[in-house]
């Protein structure tokens, strides 16, 4: 698998219990989730419920991030993401914030998400919470991403100053926060008005770089491989929220 989607030079380096680690280049390592790579490949909630408390930070990062990164979904499935759910952090959270498209509780899952973004005291830029949320399109959200969106558009005053710096990814703009917060608040709303600014501000930046385009992608091949369906057959999945909630 990681031959075929990385190419042909990756080389395993680590294996653990939840996946495989690979080197795929000179400066480029991947991952892939054994629940995916190996058919049938589980874990008892049982199991992990008694284990969790005793797992150390790594090892539960390696679960949480590779668990729901599979074809299927069940009611076991749904345990384990309410044992990481009662007893875990951010850091966590984030590294499976596309799971929680998949539980079946989908007020359960949209006040979560909302929750983590109104008691992120730590400062950093929750953008996979904004992406689930933006899949799951719930405009409860909406008051929730406000502040962060009014952040970020202040921070990218700072363009007028210096201009678009050459690294718009880990340059002092917040480009892709901003990108995202906004891109949240479109599918929440949905105005004509919000619409149109969003668009006059990119219009600057189209001849520098592409983020939407590159958003876009890396969502589409992040949901392929966490066996997210698309947004026409979510409506149609009654195993899966209607709707998703998200941007990036």
């Not at 419920?49 to 005793?54: G, L």
């Not at 499935?77 to 009662?86: A, K, R, S, V």
Request: with cysteine; proline share 5%; aromatic share 10%.
């Amino acid at each position: 698998m990681a031959k075929r989607d990385f190419g042909p030079e990756c080389e395993l380096v680590k294996e653990t219990e939840w996946s495989y680690s690979f080197k795929c280049g000179p400066k480029k390592y991947c991952r892939i989730s054994r629940f995916l790579a190996e058919k049938n490949y589980a874990v008892s909630a049982s199991e992990i419920r008694q284990r969790w408390p005793a797992m150390g930070e790594s090892e539960r990062l390696d679960l949480v991030s590779h668990f729901y990164v599979k074809d299927t979904w069940n009611d076991n499935d749904t345990e384990i993401l309410e044992i990481i759910m009662g007893d875990g952090d951010d850091r966590l959270w984030e590294n499976c914030a596309l799971a929680f498209l998949k539980h079946p509780d989908r007020d359960r899952a949209v006040c979560f998400l909302i929750g983590r973004l109104q008691e992120n005291h730590a400062g950093h830029q929750p953008l996979n919470y904004f992406q689930a949320l933006g899949l799951l399109k719930d405009s409860r959200a909406e008051a929730a991403i406000r502040p962060y969106l009014e952040k970020y558009k202040k921070a990218m005053e700072a363009e007028t100053d210096i201009g678009v710096p050459d690294d718009v990814f880990r340059g002092p703009i917040p480009y892709l926060p901003y990108l995202t917060a906004a891109g949240l608040s479109l599918r929440l709303l949905g105005h004509q008005s919000t619409q149109r600014r969003f668009a006059s501000s990119l219009n600057t930046r189209t001849n520098k770089f592409d983020i939407g385009r590159s958003m876009r992608w890396k969502l589409k091949d992040r949901r392929r491989r966490s066996g997210i369906p698309n947004m026409r057959e979510s409506a149609q999945a009654s195993s899966l929220p209607s709707q998703l909630c998200l941007p990036l």
